[in-house]
């Protein structure tokens, strides 16, 4: 059975750090990301790994967390973490992991096997 699993999530103040992981099991994955989304509106694409051989990766982020938000992950682990700097209010909501067999080369929550079940991010002004 696959499972994602997310950890991490929590208060912080504006400007502050949280670092978010997700443990996957049941299977590996070719393909490991982190969406948000708020209530009432869509799954947004935060940041996704391609695993390229071994224990090397590429990612890729959305422009709104570029440069704040570092995704890395291990592959001996089958997992993924989330290191989140300089946060703002703006970045308060559900974060959740989601994984694909496959290579995923766009940022559509669509192209996604499995997801987590979600965990909340709060950033106070």
């Known amino acids: 059975q696959v499972q994602l699993v997310e950890s991490g999530g929590g208060l912080v103040q504006a400007g502050g750090s949280l670092r978010l992981s997700c443990a996957a099991s049941?299977?590996?994955?070719?393909?490991m990301g982190w969406f948000r989304q708020a209530p009432g509106k869509e799954r947004d694409f935060v940041a996704r790994?391609?695993?390229?051989?071994?224990?090397?990766?590429?990612?890729y982020y959305a422009d709104s967390v570029k440069g704040r938000f570092t995704m890395s992950g291990s592959n001996a682990k089958n997992a993924v973490y989330l290191q989140m700097n300089s946060l703002k209010p703006e970045d308060t909501t559900v974060y959740y992991c989601?994984?694909?067999?496959?290579?995923?080369?766009?940022?559509?929550?669509?192209?996604?096997?499995?997801w987590g079940q979600g965990i909340q991010v709060t950033v106070s002004s």
């Open positions: 049941g299977r590996t994955f070719r393909t």
């Open positions: 790994i391609i695993w390229s051989g071994g224990s090397a990766y590429f990612t």
């Open positions: 989601a994984a694909a067999a496959s290579v995923v080369a766009g940022s559509t929550s669509a192209e996604y096997d499995y």
